[in-house]
């Protein structure tokens, strides 16, 4: 037989390469012709007498991304049409998504020794796959990555994952792993006993074939008789320290905020009590659910489908070449410039640092060596590799060596006539077909632009710290921005492997803009007499990663007191509460209170790294809590941190901020870590409803003052019964008309 996205070789020892290589993909994953091929390969080996064992194999780079989730979500969507009662419709969609779990156990059960040669990243599905051959063998490089990351993306591993990963590894383990979706190195997985051998690259294929020649095992451990769980029943004394604690974590790290998160603890609880096909059939269930949840069918778009497209530059401009960007300079050597140096130096661009002399700008190189380092010592990346990157990185104070960068990032301190200074002199030592960029959180690009000679040229490219962890960048578009400018920062976004946003200026642009509600919405509730470690642990079970006060102490108590005097001067009196406006003046001016940065903000913090930071005591004196904290209305104040934020959004959207909803729902999750299981901000009204959510507001609005008043375009919508994603559909234009 032949196949489309396998290719089938059976040598003279009567091994069969299982080869997987779809045509016309950078990466292979599950569809529905790929699991009915593999559905006919397992047949066609198991029933061919020639075939003594099967390599399975990967024919691109990395071996597997798993299953298309848009496959997932239009399957749902196609048997919801379908017009099924719901004891049918739940049938249904238990046979259609359990069918990759049912050939999996077909496979293992062939009777012919199955060995996965893994020779790349396998992840998903496709690791689940690979637990259900008999050995695994995977190329020694630390970049692979091995695991079942599905509940990042609001879904559970459901093609054997909670099954099969807890009987080959320590059940602690094996939670740790599924419950946070982590994605081993190979020689972590070797550790756990998840893969059996470890080899270079271009010994893979030999090694399998060398077990199937002397070691072949055609049985799973599970399917033999006296087979033990690593780590020991679930009714056991090692079963009664680990379960309770388990169901504890879990509700300290989710707050009960994520379903797959919940079944898959339930999966491997009751799976683990059972024979492996009931244990299959009992995950299944539960995938069966979780597909159907909201917070599901809201990460799945956002997380996978939003985050793909906005990762291959939906909003680059077609017309505009490509112009890879080779030499990049920063000006700042400081903690914010040091990162974007850094992350370009990884990515294979030339970077010249400047700062304001030779000693500044070594200082920042010497951030860059420490963290590659770092990442060396702990094995995330080659020796070879971190050298390279160091030694793309040469300093100095000349802005002279700005003449042959392909674009320039500003990335000084937040004050307008230094910025000015800056530009003007960078853009006169560059080249004119050079991009200019500031690397700004609130000035408007605009106003900037008025500093350069060159408008169409000059852009705001927003990194968030720390860099090298932080994936979203947000793109800042002047009122005189072009499309070349638009395009070369994408390109350069995408070449860092970040993930961009498009917005339009304005006042805090939409990040930060957004993220300043929420820490003013901590700080009216401490006003109003809500105990600060309330507010710090509400804001976190609305599904928040920090609190508002320890995220003001993150970014300085003295630079939202800037920002406010800016907004009261721009926008009036009013435009900051007065009481907001006193407490910080009295904490950053009275009492040298400014943040994590010298130790001591809403927190105090300890001198010593392992040391853990505690609330400010006298809090309670400035800010004394009301009398009765348990008459305290907790549902509502998370109502308050969403929706404040999610209105803010809103409004972004209806000035033009904002105009791509997919661009609205990751800049939230991404950039300000708003609760990724809502899918997102504006996924966050949508999956409400506009009509509960405008009567919301107005409720909110009557209680806590015009800060969450509905704005005209929500009220229209409601009466229209719209949503965001329905009016708005995603579009691949630059810019507001």
């Excluded at 994936?471 to 976004?493: H, P, S």
Aim: proline fraction near 5%; aromatic fraction near 6%; glycine fraction near 8%.
């Amino acid at each position: 037989m032949t196949y489309t996205n396998f290719r089938l070789d059976t040598d003279a020892d009567g091994i069969a390469t299982v080869t997987w290589d779809m045509p016309g993909r950078s990466m292979n994953v599950f569809t529905m012709d790929v699991m009915d091929e593999l559905d006919a390969i397992i047949t066609q080996v198991a029933g061919d007498p020639v075939v003594k064992g099967a390599i399975i194999t990967s024919g691109k780079e990395q071996f597997s991304g798993g299953a298309d989730l848009s496959m997932l979500s239009g399957l749902l969507e196609t048997l919801k049409k379908a017009g099924d009662d719901h004891e049918a419709l739940m049938s249904r969609v238990f046979d259609e998504t359990s069918r990759m779990s049912r050939i999996f156990r077909k496979l293992e059960t062939c009777g012919k020794p199955v060995i996965a040669a893994i020779n790349g990243t396998c992840v998903g599905g496709a690791f689940e796959m690979i637990l259900s051959c008999h050995a695994r063998i995977v190329a020694d490089d630390p970049r692979i990555k091995l695991g079942c990351p599905e509940v990042k993306v609001g879904l559970m591993a459901g093609a054997g994952g909670t099954q099969r990963i807890p009987r080959l590894a320590p059940t602690q383990e094996a939670l740790t792993m599924l419950l946070r979706g982590e994605q081993l190195a190979p020689a972590r997985a070797k550790a756990l006993k998840l893969v059996d051998a470890v080899v270079p690259r271009v010994d893979v294929l030999d090694a399998a074939r060398r077990w199937l020649k002397e070691t072949p095992r055609a049985t799973q451990p599970w399917d033999e008789d006296g087979y033990k769980v690593p780590g020991g029943r679930v009714y056991s004394a090692a079963g009664a320290n680990l379960w309770p604690a388990a169901s504890a974590i879990y509700r300290r790290e989710t707050f009960d905020n994520y379903p797959a998160a919940r079944f898959t603890l339930s999966a491997v609880f009751e799976g683990l009590q059972v024979p492996i096909d009931t244990g299959l059939r009992i995950e299944s269930r539960y995938f069966a659910k979780v597909i159907q949840t909201r917070e599901a069918a809201a990460m799945i778009r956002s997380l996978f489908l939003s985050l793909q497209e906005l990762n291959k530059l939906a909003r680059r401009p077609a017309a505009e070449p490509q112009v890879p960007i080779r030499t990049l300079g920063v000006i700042g050597a400081g903690f914010m410039g040091a990162g974007i140096a850094h992350v370009a130096a990884r990515a294979g661009i030339a970077v010249a640092l400047l700062d304001r002399d030779q000693a500044a700008a070594d200082k920042g190189k010497a951030r860059i060596t420490e963290a590659v380092q770092k990442d060396v010592g702990r094995g995330r990346l080659p020796v070879p590799e971190g050298e390279a990157a160091l030694a793309r990185v040469t300093t100095g104070s000349d802005f002279a060596a700005l003449a042959g960068c392909d674009l320039v990032i500003e990335a000084v301190f937040e004050d307008r006539a230094l910025k000015e200074d800056v530009l003007k002199r960078a853009e006169a030592a560059m080249r004119p077909d050079a991009i200019l960029a500031s690397n700004t959180s609130t000035l408007p690009i605009t106003s900037l632009a008025a500093a350069v000679a060159r408008p169409r040229d000059f852009i705001g490219i927003h990194f968030f710290s720390p860099v090298e962890r932080m994936m979203l960048t947000e793109v800042i578009l002047g009122r005189k921005t072009g499309d070349a400018a638009l395009a070369r920062a994408l390109d350069f976004v995408r070449a860092i492997r970040k993930t961009p946003i498009v917005v339009n200026d304005s006042r805090g642009f939409y990040t930060s803009r957004v993220v300043g509600t929420y820490i003013a919405e901590g700080h009216l509730m401490l006003l109003e007499g809500v105990p600060a470690a309330m507010v710090e642990n509400v804001a976190r079970m609305a599904g928040m990663p920090v609190g508002p006060l320890a995220l003001n102490d993150e970014t300085a108590l003295d630079l939202s007191l800037k920002i406010m005097a800016a907004t009261r001067k721009d926008l009036g009196e009013d435009a900051v509460p007065e009481a907001e406006w006193a407490m910080i003046e009295d904490m950053v001016t009275k009492r040298g209170r400014l943040g994590r940065k010298n130790g001591k903000g809403f927190y105090d913090y300890p001198d010593t790294p392992s040391g853990k930071k505690k609330l400010w005591p006298e809090l309670r004196t400035l800010h004394p809590p009301v009398a009765d904290p348990d008459a305290i209305d907790v549902a509502e104040l998370k109502q308050r941190f969403l929706v404040r934020q999610a209105l803010e959004t809103a409004r972004c959207f209806e000035e033009g901020v904002l105009t791509d909803v997919r661009e609205a729902d990751i800049g939230s999750i991404l950039g300000f870590g708003f609760a990724p299981f809502t899918g997102g901000t504006l996924s966050y009204i949508d999956g409400m409803g506009l009509p509960a959510f405008v009567a919301l507001c107005q409720k909110l609005a009557r209680k806590h003052g015009p800060r969450f008043a509905p704005t005209r375009q929500l009220k229209r919508m409601a009466k229209e019964g719209a949503t965001f994603y329905g009016k708005f559909a995603p579009s691949v234009e630059t810019r507001a008309a």
